[in-house]
């Protein structure tokens, strides 16, 4: 188990997001037609649920009471999923659910890709609009029913079940990830160290096996950028960027000695000769006034150390980054003109 700075079991998104799926199924066991749809990813075919018993009749008059609900042509769930407050959560549960039922139509195909990374609970830049699986064999490549099934090889230790949906392990996808998006690759690849899902060995072996693949050498690249101090998805990018403009080396979650205060203050990135850093700012962190005022006294004591604090934020990063690479610049070059452009 992971622990925090502070000696707590630490449950960061990948955690939480496997946690509240094996809750729904702790929940959903003690029926049998829900324990059935349980066994392949929260999702069953009717005419599983006849051979328990179930009429047409039973189907619907649990639809209409809102007990279960259809996910997609030919499956039902009993998982019916509310808003959570956090609209990208729900559409990563709802992909999770229509992944499984894609899946039960499909069964020569595994859950990869984007689609795999969201079954893991690793972080991705978008949810796909149907869900990605890998084909076993050529017959059921391209856009079918509702998914887009790619061509690739699939060796037995490739794969791996989301409460019984085939899907590539985490090695595997996180290659897979990086070939296709720098972005994601590096999101991705960071989680999983943080949280200790993959083994670098895997991890090796799964990069060695697609050689020769188209992107491999960027997958290569960007996995070796993984850093599992990285603490958000939002972070991770940041660093990419940093790195793709050729900045000097920002070190992950640096922390910086107060000795006038008796504390420390941990940075999220730090170029260590200009002494610059870049916070990186996600929308809830100034909700409450209380987090609003601490920030506010830890960036000034940072800069009476002698720090510059430049705060950016996910916008700044993915739709502004030309604006905020040149402030970057600016004060790295005002601090330490000698280092390299």
């Known amino acids: 188990m992971l622990f925090d700075p502070w000696g707590q079991p ?11 799926w094996q809750e729904q199924a702790d929940q959903l066991r003690a029926d049998p037609a829900a324990r059935l749809a349980v066994q392949h990813g929260f999702v069953v075919a009717p005419a599983a649920l006849a051979k328990l018993g179930w009429r047409r009749a039973d189907i ?16 039902l769930s009993p998982l019916v999923l509310s ?31 984007c689609t795999a990374a969201i079954l893991h609970g690793l972080p991705t830049m978008a949810v796909p609009p149907t869900p990605q ?35 590539l392990t985490v090695a595997r996808t996180l290659v897979d990830l990086a070939r296709h998006s720098r972005r994601d690759g590096i999101m991705a690849i960071d989680a999983a160290l943080r949280e200790e899902l993959v083994d670098p060995d895997d991890l090796k072996r799964a990069v060695s096996q697609a050689a020769g693949w188209p992107g491999i050498r960027q997958a290569r690249e960007v996995l070796a950028l993984g850093d599992g101090r990285a603490e958000s998805a939002a972070e991770s990018i940041t660093r990419l960027a940093l790195v793709d403009e050729g900045f000097p080396h920002f070190e992950p979650q640096v922390v910086v000695r107060d000795p006038a205060r008796r504390r420390n203050w941990r940075v999220d990135l730090l170029e260590p000769v200009s ?60 601090r330490a003109p000698h280092l390299p452009p």
């Open 10 to 20: 630490y449950f960061g998104p990948v955690g939480l997001w496997r946690r509240w």
């Open 60 to 75: 619907r008059r649990e639809l209409r009471r809102g007990n279960w609900a259809s996910v997609g042509h030919g499956a």
């Open 83 to 113: 808003p959570s407050g956090n609209a990208y959560r729900d559409r990563r549960r709802a992909h999770g659910l229509s992944a499984a039922a894609t899946a039960l139509r499909n069964p020569d195909g595994v859950a990869a890709d």
């Open 133 to 167: 699986l890998t084909a076993r064999s050529d017959a059921t490549l391209g856009r079918r029913a509702g998914s887009h099934t790619f061509g690739a090889s699939v060796r037995p230790e490739d794969a791996s079940d989301w409460f019984g949906v085939p899907v």
């Open 275 to 334: 002494r610059v850093i870049v916070e990186v700012d996600g929308l809830d962190k100034y909700r409450d006034d209380n987090v609003r005022k601490e920030e506010k006294i830890r960036e000034t004591r940072l800069e009476k150390l002698g720090y510059c604090v430049i705060r950016v934020t996910w916008d700044d990063v993915v739709r502004h980054w030309v604006d905020t690479a040149a402030l970057i610049r600016k004060k790295i070059r005002e």
